[in-house]
Each structure stands twice: as structure tokens, then as C-alpha cells.
């Protein structure tokens, strides 16, 4: 017996290939598609369109993808309000930066005024206060993409999260990573940061050395 869910289960059966040819009324060795398990996948769109070549119109070539394409589409539309509510705690993040930020410009005029009396650049100044911030997020981020990586490949060799399904070949949400949404937080990470850091550097040169001595 092969259970994976309801819908799934209501449209297939698994029977003797026999059996299927004498109910389908089909000749020998006729059959209504062919699956093609390929050994590197980088060549998957090549061979697509070397198959398509081949065969011309009369026959339909798909990839995995492209078969299930609904299931797909749900996943990634899953995935983008994922995306776009994790993208909220994120903001609220940049805002903590910049309120941080701004509160030590305050806290730190009299050094600033200090930095300008001794002769330090006002690039050198703003730099001090955008590489603060920098590493603020850096921090936060390489912990933030460890402790994903980590958990990830936890879910992916042991199957912690649970789907509930009690009769499925799969028990535990699948999990694959991808290397460039790591390389796609990363950079907005270090992008918002130097946006909102820049303010409060912008702030910082316009101390006034009278007030503050």
C-alpha cells in the first residue's frame, strides 16, 4: 500500500504495468510518457531543448518543475509572504539601528567636538559612526545566517518540524538551501544599514564646536 494524501491518492493507482497495457488496450512497449533521470542537472534546460528538437510538436517536454507547476507556485507564494513578513521585523530592526545610532550622536557631541579640535576630518567622523552601525549588523547578521544554516540542516538530516500527516512518505517539511538568498539577505543587511547609519553620521558633522566645548 503507497499512501501520500488524500487528493493525490484519489488519482493514482499503482497496478502490474500488465495489467495497465491490457486495460489501456495498449500494444507492446507503447506507453503514454517517459520520465528521464538525469546524473548532472546543469544540463536539464539543454537537454529540454535538444529533446524538443528531437521529438518536434507531436509530443510535450516538461521538466519537474514545470509538471508541478501548481505545487510550485504555492510554495513560492508561501515564501514570498514569508518574505515580506520577516522583511517588518527587519525594518523595525534598521529603525533600532538608527534611533541607536542617533542617541550616541547625542551622548557623544563633546568627543565629537573634541575629534574636530584635534584636527580629525569630518569624513572621518561620519566614517566612525557608519562603521559603528556596520557592525552592529554585521554581528546580527553572521549569527542570524549561522543559526539559520544550522537550523536548516538540522530540519534537512533529522526532520525536527513535523508536517502531521500520519499516513505520508514524508513526515518532515522538506528543506533546501539556497546559497543566494543567504547572499541576498546579506547584502540588503549591509545596504539598510549604511542607509540608515548615514543619517546619524550626517548628523554628527553638524555639532556645533561653540555649544559643546
Known amino acids: 500500500i503507497f499512501e501520500v494524501e488524500y487528493d493525490h491518492d484519489g488519482k493514482y493507482i499503482i497496478v502490474p504495468i500488465e495489467f ?9 512497449h507503447e506507453r503514454s510518457y517517459l520520465e528521464l533521470k538525469l546524473n548532472d542537472k546543469k544540463d536539464l534546460s539543454n537537454i529540454q531543448e535538444e529533446l524538443k528538437k528531437v ?3 507531436n509530443f510535450l517536454v516538461e521538466n ?18 514569508t518574505r515580506i513578513a520577516l522583511s517588518f ?6 529603525f533600532n539601528i538608527f534611533f541607536l545610532l542617533t542617541m550616541i550622536t547625542i551622548e557623544k557631541k563633546k568627543d565629537i567636538v573634541i575629534w574636530q579640535v584635534l584636527g580629525a576630518e569630518k569624513t572621518f567622523i561620519q566614517r ?11 554581528s546580527g547578521a553572521v549569527i542570524g545566517l549561522i543559526l539559520g544554516v544550522g537550523l536548516c540542516w538540522l530540519q534537512k538530516e533529522f526532520g525536527y518540524v513535523k508536517m502531521g500527516l500520519t499516513a505520508s512518505v514524508i513526515d518532515a517539511y ?10 541576498f539577505t546579506f547584502i540588503t543587511i549591509l545596504g539598510c544599514t549604511m542607509l540608515v547609519a ?7 558633522l553638524k555639532t ?6
Open 208 to 213: 556645533d564646536l561653540r555649544t559643546n566645548l
Open 20 to 28: 495497465t497495457e491490457d486495460l489501456m488496450s495498449y500494444n507492446m
Open 89 to 94: 521585523v527587519f525594518l523595525i530592526a534598521c
Open 64 to 81: 519537474q518543475e514545470e509538471q508541478q507547476f501548481e505545487v510550485l507556485r504555492a510554495i513560492r507564494i508561501e515564501k514570498l509572504v
Open 174 to 183: 522538506p528543506v533546501r538551501m539556497d546559497w543566494l538568498d543567504f547572499v
Open 55 to 57: 521529438l518536434g510538436g
Open 128 to 138: 566612525v559612526f557608519i562603521q559603528q552601525g556596520m557592525m552592529i549588523a554585521l
Open 198 to 204: 548615514y543619517f546619524p553620521a550626517k548628523k554628527a
